[in-house]
């Protein structure tokens, strides 16, 4: 599979995505070269020169007032790495990694780094040949920079820390050798360039949003199968309703449900005579509920896209303008905040589809189902525990959706006197994603239930072809067994769009659009 040329500055979600899903191979626009030799250039004259400049001839953080001599410059980077490998607890995975890896390279190649071409070259064969750096999960504030991560990253390249090639996990010296690799010596302020930068938590983050917009997706087909699982009412759904409100992404989701829906002889079968008057919350503000969770997510994506492009470390090279100038776009407060409010939406489509499988295995409320859709309740328990598992994770998930962005800690003797916590706020995302999947999985277990109940009468067509794929790789709960398999295979389906791909994207292109929606 060839590398994605990527254009720094200018790259898409979209792009990313699919670099993060299909393990892609990138490298960068050699229009880009030019400008990044410049400011490489610079940074060299600046070590070369009397004058101190913070990160190319002086010590770092608190030490930033020591003057480091020239012939120096290169042990003050290595060394600053090597201290900096301080990360701890479980590695991050290698397609999150391989992804922050490609980030680091955007944010180099926008020429205000002083990072030689050299250095991204290595970070691009890394990619190719599949030399993947191991990078301890736990270590960032979010600010100056995700420094222990981004270190551990930096070591491998220098031939130091450990990296994982073939399978195995090796020094990382060894796993460039074998890869035909050789490891880079640093040059002045290209370890700072390399470490100070919002990488690992942007990565983390961009993998948080991928998979809650594919969740976001995918409870659009469970909340309608729900919906008719327990005979609800379509006629919230109305377009004139949503229109009136305005909300863009309210908008969307009951159109999608709408054209999920079409055709539904079970819906049809109980327009008239119904003595309810409404149906719960959870059945008749889905749009409203899942809409306010798609726009937030948008908003998020807005940020990250903009960030995943943005030059992020600390001094900046400003060719133009012949100045090396310190600021601090190494913090990483806008990502924090994206990672919150997904974090948000993750959350809200937990609870409100937990609310719906509670609905559809409690015989007061889901119009006639059996309790908790067993064959032969009493002998059998049906899916009693499965529902008891989403409320437990619906709990959790809502706990982990607390705000990180407004927990700051000073660091490194008050220098660093507020962080932005970006890293563990994204670190979280992927926990609270998969809860959430299994959250929709075992609604859709339910769900394809409670519409085989109804039988004779039959779904909509789109969902019937739902029902087969899940009746594909398991059965109808005919008496009771071993459930855990079957949970887990449903929040495969879940997570892998499957259910999405089978209603048509024609009912999710608006949904699906939203990472270019700028």
Sequence with gaps: MSALTLTPGSVTLADLERIYREERAVRIDRAAQPAIDRAAERVAEAARGSEAVYGVNTGFGKLASVKIAADD????????????????????????????????????????????????????????????????????????GDLAPLAHMTAALIGEGEAEFEGQRLPGGEALSRAGLTPVVLGPKEGLGLINGTQFSTACALVGLFDAWRLAEATLVTASLSTDAIMGSTAPLLPEIHELRGHRGQIEVASAMRGIMEGSEIRESHREGDTRVQDPYCIRCQPQVAGACVDLLRMAATTLEIEANAATDNPLVLVEADRIVSGGNFHAEPVAFAADQIALAIAELGAIAQRRIALMVDPALSFDLPPFLAKDPGLNSGMMIAEVTTAALMSENKHLANPCSTDSTPTSANQEDHVSMAAHGARRLIRMTANLAHILGVELLCAVEGIEHRSPLKTSPLLQLVAARLRDVIPPLAKDRYLAPDLETAADLVRSRALVSIVSDDHMIKLGAAYAAR
Excluded: W, Y
């Design 73 to 144: 410059t290169a042990t003050l980077q290595r060394n600053l790495i090597l201290s900096h490998c301080c990360g701890v607890g479980e590695p991050l995975d290698r397609t999150t990694t391989r992804l922050m890896m490609v980030l680091k390279l955007l944010s180099l190649g926008r020429g205000a780094s002083g990072v030689r071409f050299e250095v991204l070259k290595l970070i691009e064969d890394c990619l190719e040949k599949g030399v993947t750096p191991v990078v301890p999960s736990k270590g960032s504030v979010g600010a100056s």
